[in-house]
């Protein structure tokens, strides 16, 4: 259809698209990032008191895994609540 205006000599015409902002995904990523390490960092804190108080059950490693999972989550959510009020 020559007549369509989203055709361009025969072929479609995409929009064009708003250039991503590399700074918005890496934020995320970061914040992932930070979840995972501080959930793992935690969990190892929790690990080393079991080792440490030679616990035969890893009580230390799970309030450890989360307490982390928790602060974790705390900050990717004021990061994601952040970045959606600047945009």
């Keep these: 259809m020559a007549g369509n205006p989203s055709e ?3 072929e479609p015409h995409l929009p064009a ?3 991503s902002s590399s700074k918005t995904w890496t934020k995320f990523v970061s914040a992932g990032l930070e979840l ?3 959930s793992l960092g935690m969990a190892a804190v929790g690990y080393g008191f079991d080792r440490y108080f030679d616990s035969s059950r890893p009580i230390a490693t799970a309030i450890g895994l989360l ?5 974790g ?3 990717f ?3 994601a609540t952040s970045a959606n009020d600047a945009s």
């Design 8 to 10: 361009v000599d025969g």
């Design 17 to 19: 698209r708003k250039p």
């Design 36 to 38: 995972s390490g501080v």
């Design 67 to 71: 307490i982390g999972f928790s602060f």
């Design 73 to 75: 989550m705390f900050r």
């Design 77 to 79: 959510i004021q990061r």
